[in-house]
């Protein structure tokens, strides 16, 4: 089982899936990313205020595996935008999490009510110059966020990481993005179990064919359409599902028809109201 990897605007490279960490206990972090690690995984998402880069960083250094052929993404908090402050905050997640440097690093929201995301862009450009993150990127950013830091960033962001699956693909967003570079992160991919994704009709017609579950059904028709994916589960038998995703492959009218549950039904709150 090989994950392909994308190419970033960074000149490195990131694999299409990993494993999401949101939500996850910091008492059992260690342990499920440990799973995660050894079901074959090696691109984890992160963030600070997750509360679990320690855990994430027992298991992967009780793991053994080269700290290359790890992808190790975290994000800087809401509270910590600006630059002395995304400085700290850098330094904070590293030594929880055991590193030199992470794969990349993320503004977690654009809270534009701080107007505070461009001078923390550049916070992110500078810890990118210092070697302390090899990517950075955005997350939860819109179409005017990304024109602004496109305009007066200097740096175009390497990913951007936002709420997306079947049912709210947000287009003018990965449209925007990927006319400019940028690989969009699904995050959510599953809906987060917050809507029926399981239950519909283009979902459970092309698991029935390929003989997969209806989660690998969704992960694929993200995989095909050039999402990059973490998807998040406790269990050893779904960390396992969930990468067990390249023994088949969905056809063009069945990616097509996934794409059609779109229903403008977001999960999370609206990235302007964030703070
Ligand atoms: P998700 O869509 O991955 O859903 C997780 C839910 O799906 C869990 O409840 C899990 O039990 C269920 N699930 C997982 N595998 C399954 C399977 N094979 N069959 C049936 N159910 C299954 O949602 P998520 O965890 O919120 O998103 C993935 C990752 O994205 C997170 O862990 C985190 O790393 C990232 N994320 C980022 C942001 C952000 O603001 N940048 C916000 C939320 C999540």
């Known amino acids: 089982m090989t994950v392909p990897t994308l190419d970033l605007n960074s000149g490195h490279s990131i694999p299409q899936l990993g494993f999401g960490v949101f939500k996850v206990d910091p008492a059992e972090t260690e342990r499920i990313v440990t799973d995660a ?91 990118a110059a210092d070697g302390k993150s090899r990517s950075i990127g955005v997350s939860n950013f819109l179409v005017p966020h990304l024109e602004r830091v496109i305009a007066e960033g200097g740096t175009v962001p390497a990913v951007n990481q936002i709420e997306l699956h079947p049912a709210y693909q947000q287009r003018d967003v990965t449209e925007f993005s990927r006319e400019n570079g940028i690989h969009i992160e699904a995050w959510g991919p599953l809906g987060q179990g917050k809507y029926p994704l399981f239950d519909e009709e283009p979902v459970t017609a092309a698991a029935r064919v390929h003989d997969v579950s209806p989660a690998q059904a969704v992960l694929k028709w993200h995989l095909q359409i050039g999402n990059i994916v973490f998807p998040k589960s406790n269990s050893p038998e779904r960390i396992r599902e969930n990468l067990d995703l390249f023994g088949f492959e969905l056809t063009p009218e069945e990616v097509e028809a996934i794409s059609g549950l779109e229903r403008g039904g977001r999960v999370s709150a609206h990235p302007d109201e964030v703070n």
């Open 37 to 127: 690690l050894e079901a074959g995984y090696r691109h984890i998402d992160t963030a600070a205020i997750y509360g679990n880069e320690e855990g994430v960083g027992r298991a992967i250094a009780a793991s053994g595996i080269a700290r290359d052929e790890l992808f190790i993404t975290t994000k800087l908090w809401n509270d910590d935008q600006g630059t002395d402050s995304a400085f700290a905050a850098m330094d904070r997640s590293l030594e929880k999490l055991g590193l030199d440097y992470v794969d990349l690093y993320l503004i977690h929201w654009p809270t534009p009510k701080k107007d505070r995301y461009i001078e923390s862009w550049h916070a992110l450009e500078q810890i």
